[in-house]
């Protein structure tokens, strides 16, 4: 970027910070001939020598009405300090001042303090005595001006009425007082000093205000309110916000407690504690030896008082026990406390009551803006960044972290620069450092399965992903609630989502485990890693799981005999793109998911013992058998052999007992399925559509669990198998385009059928009488059965059956109504 382009970047206006912003820390109001050149002299003095921004009217002329310059002063400081004395009330210009400043300790939330300098705060209120005479007196020589006398006596009322100094013996120390004054606004103004919020708060205003609608200020109760998600999101920007929109509310004290994970444990709770206690009573006397006394103190000095609390990035459940341990009987009526953690489980086991703000990422259009003033210093990209802008923010994903250092990086780098920053992206130790938080807070074992859904399962189904991980010996769905509690992961409809950062710094991880060699590596996936490791043959007993995905240009693998010899420990091998060839005579017998489509192999290795496999998809390899290894696998559940050419038989499937699914579609040359798989009581799925040379099939069946039975295309298919007991969990049954003849009686047993296919049965005659009895089938499909020309008598009443064209065969080659889901 040249420098006269970033310079006419500059000079377009940043989003303003959303608090308000003020001139003066204190605007003085006093009736000039009595305490201009004493005490409020004296006051404005002390308050300036002690770095106080104090606004007093030394120059500007008085005229009939009060100038636009003392209205706009009143409006740009934070405190009106109103010195009281007893002819204040027979000036109209400050009557008029007093006016416009109890008008804006409304609207502003200004603060307003009196000072009673030999007036008494009843004559005050009450408007009596000399100060009540001088009032009288003034309202006599504007009785024509009703609308301003009108709003005189109210005013003063109210002013009466805050709590303020008092000076009433004339004898009094007029400088202990003026001390005590200056002191009282130092730490007034500490306290309710405004915090940065950010240089562009882009995003910040509308999710900050669905914080306070939240937290119902004003309500006189105790209100928790926890700000939650991932690393990087915004939460304690955010926090800050509503922490200074909020300080001004009339809260007896405030705290903003920041980094509480970081800061306990390098300063420990007791000094979180005794902060917390300083910043609201204001007492740097106060020691808290150690937590436990901490505890009791809180409760002691703070049960009585209206306090405004944030406990930001808090990670354990003892910082909240030791610095906000309920809503009943530590904090006093109208408390508010924020905390902002990565962990939701810490908010709701902490309170029952509390309510959890979820903060979502920046949009597009916030991204764009967020990323351009800080890479352009502008609202939006200069020309010809566009394009590399949008690449840009969609790679962070509305992480205003990401986005702010990106966009820092990248800030006055030329075009020819910029790729390069965006590959190295998660590199940035800034951004690597906040996302890595979480991760380093998990158990050993939590973090295996973030590492191998980072590496592996993202954008898997988590019913799917658990399943395979339960059967490496972990405990999945513990792991994953966790992982979701702490933002780290996301489940959308069934399907485990993580944001892009956070998967490459889950991998990043594990590549620093062996930065120079990646066969020293528990997990591989990146494609150049891969191919060198599987075709050097330097893989390790390090490698649990290997995942190949190649650049579509470079995915040709020839493996070697000894490729997995070396790859004791390997559990996960997911092919997505490879093409193998080669031959293999070993593979680890530690495999629980072997995902191969393609497969080279026309046979599983002789010394191969798969007694731990869960999953095996071999679609569309070159596989002929299973061989003797398939006689003992408790564990596998799933078994996909869709489009294998060369499989001629199903042997004998008893020794895998909790098989929950198995398809074999297209499989055009198998002929025959062992007798077993009719009494596998766990199968849920059994598919075999379009398996045209299909003759021998079991005779008899049992299969208490089958919920989907296609046969659908098994044109050689004649005898439909005899029903042993009830299957009342079998829902779909398709066996259109096969050359039955009929349905044995037993029929009757699948009790839970709904939808039964037999269009395109050209040798189907007749239906047995026992169809009948199946009381919730709603759909019956006989299109193309030219042989059967008549139902069987007394058809059922039955108005959910359709009978799908009847005769027609026009419905010969109609395929299954339903599909299954063939992806292991």
């Not at 009703?146 to 805050?162: F, M, Q, T, Y």
């Not at 306070?212 to 915004?234: A, E, Q």
């Not at 973030?450 to 992903?465: P, Q, S, T, W, Y």
């Amino acid at each position: 970027m040249t420098k006269e382009a970033a310079a006419a970047a500059s000079s377009s206006s940043p989003p303003p910070c959303f608090t308000n912003s003020w001139k003066y820390h204190v605007f003085l109001s006093f009736r000039g001939e009595d305490t201009r050149y004493n005490f409020t002299g004296h006051l404005c003095t002390a308050l300036r020598q002690k770095g106080i921004n104090t606004f007093m009217d030394d120059y500007l002329l008085r005229g009939e009405e009060i100038s636009p310059a003392l209205l706009q002063a009143i409006e740009e400081s934070r405190i009106s300090i109103i010195v009281f004395s007893e002819k204040y009330a027979s000036s109209r210009w400050c009557l008029d001042e007093l006016v416009k400043i109890i008008d804006c300790k409304k609207s502003n939330q200004q603060m307003v303090i009196p000072v009673f300098y030999k007036v008494s705060p009843s004559d005050v209120r009450n408007q009596k005595g000399c100060f009540g005479d001088g009032l009288a007196g003034l309202e006599c020589n504007y009785k024509d001006n009703v609308d301003k006398i009108h709003k005189w006596r109210p005013a003063l009322s109210e002013a009466g009425n805050l709590s303020g100094w008092t000076l009433l013996d004339k004898n009094e120390d007029e400088s202990k007082l003026i001390h005590n004054i200056v002191e009282g606004i130092s730490a007034q103004l500490i306290s309710r000093t405004y915090l940065h919020v950010a240089d562009y708060p882009v995003g910040i205003e509308h999710r900050a205000q669905e914080v306070n609608d939240l937290l119902h200020v004003g309500i006189n109760d105790v209100r928790m309110v926890g700000l939650w998600g991932t690393g990087g999101i915004g939460k304690s920007t955010i926090a800050k916000d509503v922490y200074n929109n909020l300080i001004s509310h009339n809260f007896e004290g405030s705290c903003f407690l920041s980094e509480v994970r970081e800061k306990s444990m390098t300063e420990g709770l007791a000094k979180l504690q005794e902060t917390l206690l300083y910043e609201i009573l204001g007492d740097d006397k106060l020691k808290v030896a150690n937590d436990h006394k901490g505890i009791t103190l809180i409760k002691e000095r703070l049960s009585s008082k209206r306090i405004l609390l944030v406990l930001d990035d808090v990670n354990d459940m003892k910082q909240l026990c030791c610095l906000a341990g309920g809503s009943d009987g530590w904090f006093g009526v109208g408390s508010r406390i924020i905390i902002t953690t990565r962990d939701k489980e810490l908010l709701t086991a902490h309170h029952h009551n509390i309510s959890i703000y979820e903060v979502k990422e920046l949009n597009y259009h916030e991204s764009l803006e967020l990323f351009s003033w800080n890479a352009f210093k502008s609202k939006g990209p200069l020309d010809g960044y566009a394009e590399l802008a949008d690449h840009a923010i969609r790679r962070a994903q509305g992480l205003p972290l990401v986005l702010r250092v990106l966009g820092s990086h990248l800030y006055g780098g030329s075009i020819d620069n910029w790729q390069d920053i965006l590959d190295g992206l998660i590199k940035s130790r800034e951004i690597r450092d906040v996302l890595k938080v979480s991760y380093d807070a998990l158990d050993v074992d939590v973090k295996k399965v973030f590492l191998d859904i980072a590496c592996f399962f993202k954008g898997e189904g988590r019913n799917h992903v658990i399943e395979i991980l339960e059967g490496c010996g972990l405990n999945p769905k513990y792991s994953i609630d966790v992982l979701i509690k702490k933002a780290l992961v996301n489940i959308d409809c069934g399907v485990i989502r993580m944001h892009d950062l956070v998967e490459e710094m889950g991998k990043e991880e594990v590549r620093l485990e062996s930065p120079d060699d990646p066969g020293e590596r528990s997990r591989l996936w990146f494609h150049d890693d891969v191919y060198r490791v599987l075709t050097e043959n330097t893989g390790t007993k390090n490698i649990t799981g290997i995942k190949v995905q190649l650049l579509e240009s470079d995915n040709e693998i020839c493996l070697s005999p000894a490729t997995f010899s070396n790859m004791k420990n390997l559990k996960i091998f997911i092919n997505r793109n490879g093409r193998f060839s080669g031959a293999v005579d070993y593979l680890p017998n530690n495999l629980r998911l072997v995902d191969w489509p393609e497969c080279p192999l026309t046979s599983l290795p002789r010394n191969f013992n798969p007694k731990n496999l869960v999953l095996l998809n071999m679609r569309n390899s070159r596989i002929t058998g299973f061989g003797e290894g398939f006689k003992k696998l408790t564990k596998l559940t799933s078994i996909n052999l869709s489009g294998c050419q060369y499989l001629t038989r199903i042997s004998d499937l008893s020794g895998v007992p909790n098989l929950v699914s198995l398809y074999l579609k297209d499989c055009t040359n198998l002929t025959e399925v062992d007798s077993s798989v009719g009494f596998l009581n766990k199968l849920k799925f059994l598919g075999l559509s379009f398996c045209y040379n299909l003759t021998v099939f079991p005779t008899t069946i049992s299969l208490k669990s089958l919920k989907d039975f296609n046969l659908y295309g098994c044109e050689k298919f004649e005898i439909f198998p005899e029903i042993v007991g009830k299957m009342e969990s079998l829902s779909d049954l398709t066996i259109g385009v096969t050359a039955i003849k009929e349905l044995p009686p037993s029929i009757e047993n699948l009790t839970g059928l709904k939808s039964l296919g037999l269009d395109g049965c050209e040798n189907l005659a007749n239906l047995p009488q026992s169809i009948y009895a199946l009381a919730r089938l709603e759909y019956l499909g006989l299109s193309g059965c030219p042989k059967l020309a008549t139902l069987p008598p007394e058809l059922p009443t039955n108005s959910n059956i359709s009978l799908d064209n009847f005769g027609d065969d026009t419905g010969r080659r109609r395929h299954e109504t339903h599909s299954l889901d063939e992806h292991v």
